[in-house]
């Protein structure tokens, strides 16, 4: 099946398909021919597409080394003079142009900009022996609905595209710091699937292109796993950084919502903030997360942003006592598919058999209810606005858009009803807290999502992730080195179902779609506890892959 069948995107009306030719024509005209791989390997990919780039020749040998270099091992060779801005811009733009090709991640392809901006910090550079800032000639790839000045970027749908005059907080910080911006990257209709399909093309994983990388970042998560770029922006408001770094194999974080900048954001429901979303590195590594945070807090964005706090990221020492690390299994609500059962299971074995951790068995506290509430606050208008973009653009509504703004959790509430829903999350919020003291745990291990990568359009259960975006918890995800194993990974003949959701989700596994997907987890803490997650990450991980 050819990659060009694999990715076709929305549908619409006449008015639709005249401006999306335009963009897609836009950024077909933006990959330069001497980056174009075979049509004959576009119309037959093998389904792990991963190897390509170092096998295709597009890259040198030293641009390959380049972009194996996760995010703080390139600046600190920049910051030295081992490497230009310019090499480094260069060999993370040739190998984006190679990702899209064979997965439709981007949406904006400027390297030329790229390498422009990259030159001027050689310069300065070459001049005062010295940095700009602590991001100097960090290719830096952003996400959709993040604006960067002079480039096209939209709100999830097809009217809501624009061609931004200004840098959002977040991209005018990383400018400052001396990053480097040559790519966008997709997002699905409305912002709000854990699914990659937008008006630009549908976003593949590059591990398994029968699967979905997740969204809503999802184009962010299929470019940094095929390594053509090493720091990814994404937003995070029901599991939108966490799902897709789980689905392709990455690290990433969603603070604490007032930590990190996380606007103004192109968006279609400004002021809803029943629920609010989190920006946050996508990368390859542990490390890069707490580099990138510190690195944005050093420039005080709160001086800009009303709405963020002034608590820099510390990450405590955690080595003189046992952490207390709770492992939940399952919510109570979707049981995981064998693979990530298999990953908790040996997690958990490998933690218990340690003297730097203690094991806490961690029961859910009313996961339904939660995932209930944080549903409902999503569209609290019935879901009416996203009929109108829909509209606006002439753009069809696809099937997970329907099923995100459906009955029986979304509910067009008057202001009355939204006061008492609002009351209802503060509640839930204050009841969750002390039940989390009372099991007197640091931190919990979890699973991210009741499955690894899904297969397209399917994934309709979000629990895992939306709990803590509830409670405005902070949550990172890591790789455990595990991938799915089809003899191993066998379905299991005694499941019993938990409810509705936990039947479809059980039906759609089968062993052998899921080839090569990796297996990754998530760590939890409370409000403000986003260094004490990035600590935990360090010990969890450095014991489960010993």
Same mark, same amino acid.
């Given at each position: ?359 806490? +068995?961690?029961?859910? =506290? ?7 509430? #944080?549903?409902?606050?999503? $569209? !609290? @208008? *019935? ?126 596994? +089968?062993?052998?779609? =899921? ?7 998530? #760590?939890?803490?409370?409000? $403000? !506890? @986003? *260094? ?15």
């Amino acid at each position: 099946m050819s990659i060009s069948s694999r990715t076709q995107g929305t549908t619409g009306n006449a008015y639709f398909k005249q401006l999306v030719s335009a963009q897609l024509s836009r950024l077909e005209n933006q990959i330069p021919a001497k980056y174009r791989l075979p049509v004959s390997l576009l119309e037959n990919p093998p389904l792990n597409v991963t190897s390509i780039p170092a096998t295709c020749g597009i890259l040198t040998i030293q641009e390959l080394a380049i972009t194996e270099l996760d995010a703080t091992d390139v600046l600190a060779k920049v910051a030295s003079g081992a490497l230009t801005a310019v090499e480094v811009v260069t060999a993370f733009g040739k190998r984006a142009a190679i990702a899209h090709q064979l997965t439709a991640c981007l949406t904006d392809f400027f390297l030329g900009e790229g390498i422009r901006r990259a030159k001027e910090l050689d310069t300065y550079f070459n001049v005062h022996k010295k940095t700009v800032g602590p991001l100097h000639g960090l290719p830096i790839s952003i996400k959709d609905h993040m604006p960067v000045k002079g480039r096209w970027g939209s709100g999830g749908f097809l009217s809501k595209l624009e061609l931004s005059s200004e840098d959002c907080n977040l991209t005018s910080v990383l400018r400052d710091l001396g990053a480097v911006f040559y790519v966008k990257t997709n997002q699905p209709q409305t912002i709000m699937h854990l699914e990659t399909k937008s008006f630009y093309g549908r976003t593949l994983n590059p591990h398994n292109l029968n699967l979905s990388p997740s969204g809503s970042s999802g184009g962010e998560a299929a470019l940094l796993a095929m390594k053509g770029s090493c720091m990814g922006m994404g937003s995070d408001g029901g599991g939108s950084i966490r799902a897709p770094c789980a689905f392709t194999g990455l690290y990433g974080i969603r603070p604490t919502c007032t930590i990190f900048p996380s606007g103004p954001f192109i968006w279609y429901m400004k002021g809803n903030d029943g629920t609010l979303i989190s920006a946050g590195p996508m990368c390859g590594s542990a490390r890069d997360m707490e580099m990138l945070i510190k690195a944005v807090q050093s420039k005080k964005p709160w001086l800009k942003d009303p709405t963020l706090l002034p608590l820099p990221l510390v990450v405590p020492d955690i080595s003189q006592k046992k952490l207390r690390v709770g492992i939940m299994i399952h919510d109570g609500v979707v049981l995981p598919h064998p693979p990530v059962l298999r990953a908790l299971n040996l997690t958990k074995a490998k933690l218990e058999a340690s003297e730097e951790v203690e094991v806490v +068995e961690y029961a859910p =506290y009313q996961h339904r209810e939660g995932y209930s509430i #944080i549903r409902t606050l999503f $569209f !609290d @208008d *019935g879901g009416e606005t996203v009929r109108q973009c829909l509209k606006d653009g002439g753009e069809d509504m696809l099937p997970l858009s329907e099923w995100v703004i459906s009955p029986p959790h979304t509910k067009s509430l008057n202001a009355t009803q939204a006061w008492e829903l609002h009351y209802k999350r503060d509640s839930f919020r204050r009841a969750y807290l002390q039940y989390w003291r009372e099991q007197n745990i640091d931190v919990l291990l979890s699973p991210t999502y009741p499955g690894v990568a899904c297969r397209h359009d399917t994934a309709r259960y979000w629990g895992y992730t939306a709990m803590w975006n509830l409670l405005d918890w902070p949550g990172a995800v890591f790789p455990t080195g595990l991938v799915v194993d089809p003899a191993t990974d066998l379905i299991d003949s005694n499941f019993s179902s938990l409810g509705p959701e936990d039947s479809y989700n059980r039906q759609l596994y +089968e062993p052998n779609v =899921y080839v090569d997907a990796p297996i990754n987890l998530q #760590i939890v803490a409370p409000r $403000f !506890d @986003d *260094g004490l997650v990035l600590a935990a990450l360090n010990v969890i991980e450095r014991i489960v892959k010993a």
